[in-house]
């Protein structure tokens, strides 16, 4: 089926605009040119702010907003429901605003009922209108992925676009298997955004082996096969988040799951009616992972981090931290909205250097960067092993992580997809300004590893840290830390 004429139009439109890219980037790399353009850009109204020593530790309880991935899921599946989905503790950062928008855009009604408190009227599977006007996915790939999914099997026409860092990541991880289910692409040089999306009219039912460890690349997949007759097949080498699966039961649909050595072959029966069900959103555990983290590093800290999400997919750097003896206390462990949650209890501790195994990769994925800055304090060197799917975040954060390091004094290298950092038992000395390349979790990360160091750490641009952590200063300065613009 050939794209629509207004279609083409507006593709030419965005593919000719200030964003277009000349040459083509590798095919599943994270594309610096468009990056660098769009942090240059981004440079007016950058936000700098520096992370102290703070006198004395941190105290208190640090309630960290909803979790990412669990508030995305929790708007989609309503919006493709029948009934009236309420949803508490939803993340409203940035990131998961941008999926609140696409929905409404896609004729859901989503309304704020108060803080944390959403509600989505869906329409059930299949149901969804094409939107009169571009979507804008923001900084979120997981919004983007999982979006592309819903899409390629819905029969209308989208065109999605991003910001300078989304529009540099990989699409051809989603758009290549779900051009299999009928769905077809229109992107720029190498798959990337902004893509135009004819759906399929009507989607086939596949069978597919991700080539790569990816939640958002299986939920694309388990998304789309929502609207394809008969059984959609998704096989995985290693477990990633299981976030999707685990809604896609609590709405309703008939998902088996079977694990298959380290990884697991999830199959789902097409076109369930979905209905509506309340979803309370445990508190993320990557974002957890920052004051946590400061806790560890600030000598006289104990916070207590109430309500964090455990499930186990999620949970690799609470047994890394472990190994470095850091003394984590989950207390009070319990089922919230089908998902594990506890308490965390967290004081500081001196670590030492510790060798993740590639394969806990997927379930502390988005934790290295923080990882990173606890191993510079450690004692002794640590491995980190696997990073490659670091490359295509919102930055490349294998780079970005050791930069940000190394302009702090600490000494760290990469060995083809390892990171390696040379731990003195004490903080480096600090004192660099780190360049964030639009990361929120390079931000926070360096925030964090200046509330140890002797001088202050700076960062370029606080602004992305409200992609998913919005509060994130508050809370630190409240527990203690004293962190300020400059
Ligand atoms: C996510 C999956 C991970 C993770 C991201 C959220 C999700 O990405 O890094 O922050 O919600 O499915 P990949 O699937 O690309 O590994």
């Excluded at 460890?213 to 988040?241: D, F, Y």
């Excluded at 992305?464 to 952590?469: A, E, K, N, V, Y």
Aim: aromatic share 2%; with cysteine.
């Amino acid at each position: 089926m050939p794209l629509p004429a207004r279609a083409v139009k507006s593709v030419i439109a965005m593919l000719s605009g200030p964003n277009c890219l000349v040459g083509r980037p590798p095919a599943e790399g994270n594309c610096m040119t468009d990056r660098v353009a769009g942090e240059a850009a981004h440079g007016a109204g950058s936000r700098r702010m520096f992370a102290p020593r703070p006198a004395a530790g941190l105290s208190g309880t640090v309630a960290v907003p909803g979790d990412k991935s669990i508030s995305h899921r929790a708007l989609m599946f309503g919006a493709l429901a029948i009934g009236e989905t309420r949803i508490s503790g939803l993340l409203q950062g940035e990131d998961v605003l941008r999926t609140a928008a696409a929905m409404r855009a896609l004729g859901a009604q989503v309304t704020r009922d108060g803080d944390g408190i959403w509600r989505v009227a869906g329409r059930g599977i299949g149901g969804l209108v094409e939107p009169d006007d571009v979507l804008d996915m923001g900084n979120s790939g997981t919004a983007a992925r999982l979006l592309c999914g819903i899409l390629a099997s819905h029969p209308i026409f989208s065109v999605m676009t991003g910001d300078a860092s989304l529009r540099g990541r990989p699409m051809r991880r989603v758009t290549e298997p779900l051009a299999a289910i009928g769905a077809r692409f229109t992107a720029r040089e190498g798959g990337r955004l902004p893509l135009a999306i004819v759906g399929a009219e009507e989607a086939l039912p596949i069978d597919y082996m991700v080539p790569v460890p990816s939640a958002q690349v299986k939920s694309a997949l388990l998304l789309a096969g929502l609207n394809a007759p008969g059984i959609t097949r998704v096989e995985e080498r290693e477990a990633t988040r299981d976030h999707s699966e685990n809604m896609l039961r609590h709405f309703g649909a008939d998902v088996t799951v079977e694990r298959q050595g380290a990884g697991r072959v999830i199959s789902l029966r097409g076109q369930p009616e979905l209905l509506a069900a309340d979803v309370a959103v445990p508190g993320d555990p990557s974002s957890a992972a920052f004051p946590l983290a400061a806790a560890l590093l600030v000598p006289g800290s104990r916070i207590l981090l109430p309500s964090v999400g455990l499930n186990p997919l999620r949970t690799g750097l609470l047994a890394t931290l472990d190994e470095m003896g850091a003394g984590i206390m989950v207390r009070n462990r319990r089922v919230e909205g089908g998902e594990p949650v506890g308490d965390l209890e967290v004081a500081h501790a001196a670590l030492r250097g510790v060798d993740v195994p590639a394969e806990r990769a997927p379930s502390m994925i988005d934790e290295y960067p923080i990882l990173a800055v606890l191993c510079a304090c450690a004692a002794g060197t640590s491995r980190l092993r696997g990073l490659a799917e670091l490359r295509v975040k919102e930055s490349d954060r294998l780079a970005a992580t050791a930069a940000l390091l190394a302009i702090n004094g600490a000494r760290v290298g990469i060995e083809g997809d390892d990171m390696l950092v040379h731990g003195t038992g004490h903080p480096p000395a600090g004192g660099g300004l780190v360049t964030t390349h639009m990361d929120h979790r390079i931000a926070m990360s360096a925030l964090v590893l200046g509330l140890a160091t002797g001088n202050p750490v700076g960062i370029d641009d606080s602004r992305f840290i409200d992609t998913s952590f919005p509060g994130f200063v508050g809370l630190m300065n409240r527990a203690g830390a004293g962190l300020r613009e400059g």
